[in-house]
């Protein structure tokens, strides 16, 4: 493979430094995010290395040149620094240091400095409280002696969150007396927490903000998410709220982006309350999951956008082409063996993405579809029968094996 240098358009048509087609491209983490990332990549026309220490990475699978070691690995990560024009990671808990060191070699966005803030609850929580952005109320618990004080400003109905390497609803507790809070805290070996009050959620939603070098910033259309055991289950483009609460959504993420001088994508989930207020959840320095319909409903994909961010590229637009309803498909459905996708395919607006993932394990996530409608109602019901009908038939064919 020839690696080719770093180019730059004519001085006529560039307001800004870039990195071209033909350069390399660096990602740190292998999983679907760096596999969609490597696939945007590899067909605008660059090079891309992947460093992951799984031997069967999925984003390996759309990289030209995988290292496979530790992301705290100096040979590797000086390897990948000196092969790579620019690099990104696809997940928050890349240490910081690795970044650091990397910037050191090429131009590393985002930033290790906002990628640390999204690596600790703590961390995240208190910066966005102090920068004025509204969260719920929380408590910092680093001993038993402040989850007891928590919980007396904090009452339950709470939520007990481990400050770093939570996701998917790992490292959450519900807490509704001290004896839970207590219990959860001990098992995970008095690592310091979040103490989160529980409040009522109308819906959860979220927005990708897409903010360049120069500070150009592109918002994609607000998602609507529904979640099952932590998971997000379902994202519904554009979401059912009015056109002022997504717009002041819109608008606060971007206030973050600039807050934190950002560059990259960086997602931002919220709450919705009753009386249509906002609480930022958490915010996600990458891609996320509630972004994966933009795939095919918008003319760029959050992908194609984290290389022209990364890359110093203008900024693609982000219009809905389509009303889109996004579904995860998680391990159960392999249960035994394939899903049956005919279920899928006679629907011609369904969209099927999967994510080159030999293992299946139930709450692992191994693809997506997404269905376009002209409505999001039509696409909702089509998405739903879709789900129901591939979860009927995996259920069916379990019952079968086992009475055999």
Not at 83 to 94: G, L, M, P, S
Request: net charge neutral; aromatic share 6%.
């Amino acid at each position: 493979m020839i690696l080719v240098a770093p180019g730059v358009l004519p001085p006529a048509r560039l307001t800004r430094p870039c990195v071209s087609p033909g350069a390399t491209l660096g990602v740190l983490g292998g999983g679907q995010l760096g596999r969609m990332f490597a696939y945007a990549a590899r067909i605008m026309g660059y090079h891309v290395v992947v460093l992951d220490p799984d031997p069967h990475s999925p984003a390996a699978q759309f990289a030209d040149v995988h290292l496979c070691a530790g992301y705290d690995d100096q040979a590797a990560l000086l390897d990948l620094g000196k092969r790579c024009a620019a690099i990104t990671t696809e997940f928050e808990n890349v240490p910081a240091r690795s970044l650091d060191m990397l910037a050191a070699l090429s131009a590393v966005r985002p930033a290790a400095a906002v990628v640390a803030i999204a690596q600790d609850r703590i961390t995240e929580k208190s910066y966005l409280a102090g920068q004025g952005f509204p969260v719920a109320p929380f408590a910092v618990v680093r001993t038993e002696q402040e989850l007891r004080a928590a919980l007396g400003n904090i009452p339950a109905p709470a939520i007990l969150k481990r400050s770093r390497l939570g996701y998917d609803g790992k490292g959450q507790a519900p807490v509704t007396n001290l004896e839970h809070a207590v219990t959860a805290f001990h098992l995970w070996g008095d690592e310091p927490c979040v103490l989160e009050q529980r409040v009522a959620l109308e819906k959860e939603i979220s927005v990708i903000v897409a903010r360049g070098a120069d500070g150009e910033t592109a918002c994609f259309p607000v998602a609507e998410n529904r979640h099952q055991d932590g998971i997000l289950d379902v994202s519904i483009v554009p979401a059912r709220i009015s056109a002022a609460l997504a717009q002041q959504a819109s608008g606060m993420a971007i206030r973050l982006s600039e807050r934190l001088q950002y560059c990259g994508v960086l997602a931002v989930e919220f709450f919705v309350l009753a009386d249509d207020r906002l609480l930022i959840n958490e915010i996600a320095p990458r891609p996320h999951n509630s972004g994966h319909a933009t795939l095919d409903a918008c003319v760029t994909s959050q992908f194609e956008q984290q290389v022209r961010t990364l890359c110093g590229l203008p900024l693609g637009s982000t219009r809905l082409l389509s009303p889109a309803v996004m579904v995860n498909l998680l391990g159960h459905l392999w249960a035994d063996g394939e899903p049956h996708w005919g279920e899928l395919f006679q629907h011609p607006q369904a969209k099927l993405h999967l994510y080159g993932k030999g293992e299946p394990r139930p709450g692992r996530k191994m693809g997506h579809f997404t269905c376009l409608d002209e409505s999001i109602e039509q696409a909702l019901a089509a998405a739903l029968e879709i789900k129901a009908r591939l979860l009927k038939r995996a259920a069916t064919s379990a019952h079968t094996k086992e009475s055999a």
